[in-house]
């Protein structure tokens, strides 16, 4: 049996994704989406039309979204958790900027704060901390676009 030409068209809207994204300072995101792609602490994946339920947890690196038209979008986070049942996905990020808008003057000074510290004698310094500042800094840097 073959569809037809409105019956194709309705098909593939109907193959989308409910995404939200949402950090404890915004409401980062909120539409329908024909894929998910994201950094998660076992790997990265992509998220399409009727993946299987799960739950990751996120790491360091770049969430893209191809949204219902075809354009993507592309974020940098820091760490979170993306949850996916029904076609319906959200993400909760401790943080994540959409990559157009990262500050790369503020982002380079974090890399610089954190270099030091991590470089530091001093005892009271968490160098764990400031490895994953270091880590966050790099990432938004490289996300950003605007550094070559």
């Known amino acids: 049996m073959r569809l037809s030409k409105k019956q194709n068209q309705c098909s593939k809207v109907d193959k989308l994704i409910d995404l939200e994204i949402v950090s404890p300072v915004s ?8 894929s998910v792609s994201a950094p998660g602490t076992n790997g990265g994946f ?4 009727n993946h299987a339920p799960f739950v990751s947890s996120l790491t360091i690196g770049k969430v893209k979204i191809v949204d219902e038209n075809g354009n993507e979008k592309l974020y ?6 993306l949850e996916v049942s029904n076609n319906k996905a959200s993400i909760i990020a401790e943080s994540i900027e959409v990559t157009d808008e990262i500050d790369i003057e503020r982002a380079k000074k974090s890399l610089e704060r954190a270099i030091e510290r991590m470089k530091s004698d001093d005892k009271g310094i968490d160098k764990d ?3 994953l500042s ?5 990432n938004r840097i490289k996300f950003s676009g605007k550094e070559k």
């Open 129 to 131: 901390r400031a490895r």
């Open 76 to 81: 940098s986070i820091s760490s979170g958790i």
């Open 134 to 138: 270091y880590e966050r800094a790099k």
């Open 46 to 49: 992509q998220v399409l039309y």
């Open 27 to 34: 409401f980062v995101y909120q539409g329908k989406v024909k």
